[in-house]
């Protein structure tokens, strides 16, 4: 995703914009960038080099960033971390899931996730992999794009349409290019999920991995939760996708909601 952009003016008078602007800051950091400078920051976000300043001291301060001497630049800090905690401990969904994601995930020789929309991406909040599956490794936390994966498609062909046109609309202002290369694939990802009961994503996002995703349809604390299983494409057949990994993941599904009563 785009790094976020800079907010100057917000119409709500009760919009607190440095709050906003050290958020955008801390979602800078992604997987094999955890180390950014002050100017890299500012590039990233739009934002002069002396609100970052001011911004990156109180993160710091707070235990947010953690700065690095030596290297002169800061990651991210634990207590980053330990904020998403509360979240993850509260979605007893995970436990009662997990057993059948492992199993499904061996059987596959694949992964089994569960994830959650945060704005314009899907977040993974539990996932199990098979005993030998080492080309694709997702992990709690990593995000993944809502065009090109099985599982954002998966949301977005369960939403409303009225949710799911702006957010669609989000998507284009976003990632143009994203935009481009993907948006067909939604009107077929809603064709799926009506006559097959899950979505699929043959290599679009990552293009040694096959995926199907199926939504629960009972809401978890206000929110709409998403499971998926990836394959390695070197471990396809042609028919496996749409005869055994997205059935499968539907029994999986269909499983959790019972136990979820």
């Known amino acids: 995703m785009p790094a976020p952009r800079p907010i100057h003016h917000h119409p709500d008078p009760a919009f607190a914009t440095t709050l906003a602007n050290g958020l955008s800051l801390l979602q800078c950091f992604r997987i094999g960038?955890?180390?950014?400078?002050?100017?890299?920051?500012?590039?990233?976000?739009?934002?002069?080099?002396?609100?970052?300043?001011?911004?990156?001291?109180?993160?710091?301060?707070?235990?947010?960033?953690?700065?690095?001497?030596?290297?002169?630049?800061?990651?991210?800090?634990?207590?980053?971390?330990?904020?998403?905690?509360?979240?993850?401990?509260?979605?007893?969904?995970?436990?009662?899931?997990?057993?059948?994601?492992?199993?499904?995930?061996?059987?596959?020789?694949?992964?089994?996730?569960?994830?959650?929309?945060?704005?314009?991406?899907?977040?993974?909040?539990?996932?199990?992999r098979g005993h030998d599956a080492v080309a694709f490794r997702p992990d709690i936390g990593a995000s993944l794009p809502m065009l090109a994966s099985a599982m954002g498609r998966a949301w977005l062909a369960q939403a409303p349409a009225r949710v799911r046109d702006g957010v669609l609309a989000e998507l284009k202002e976003a990632d143009p290019q994203q935009w481009q290369r993907h948006a067909g694939a939604?009107?077929?990802?809603?064709?799926?999920?009506?006559?097959?009961?899950?979505?699929?994503?043959?290599?679009?996002?990552?293009?040694?991995?096959?995926?199907?995703?199926?939504?629960?349809?009972k809401m978890v604390d206000a929110d709409v939760l998403i499971f998926n299983c990836g394959v390695p494409a070197s471990r396809m057949t042609p028919r496996k996708l749409d005869r055994e990994m997205g059935p499968a993941l539907l029994e999986l599904v269909a499983e959790v909601e019972a136990l979820l009563e």
């Open 33 to 128: 960038e955890t180390v950014l400078s002050n100017k890299e920051l500012a590039e990233r976000t739009g934002l002069s080099k002396a609100t970052i300043t001011r911004l990156t001291y109180t993160l710091a301060e707070r235990g947010l960033l953690l700065y690095d001497a030596q290297l002169r630049r800061y990651r991210l800090g634990s207590t980053a971390l330990s904020l998403g905690y509360p979240l993850l401990a509260s979605l007893r969904v995970r436990q009662l899931a997990r057993p059948l994601m492992k199993a499904l995930a061996d059987r596959m020789g694949g992964s089994v996730s569960l994830g959650l929309r945060d704005r314009l991406q899907m977040v993974y909040v539990e996932t199990s």
């Open 186 to 217: 939604i009107p077929a990802a809603l064709d799926d999920l009506a006559t097959l009961g899950f979505t699929r994503s043959r290599g679009d996002w990552l293009p040694d991995v096959h995926a199907v995703g199926v939504p629960l349809r």
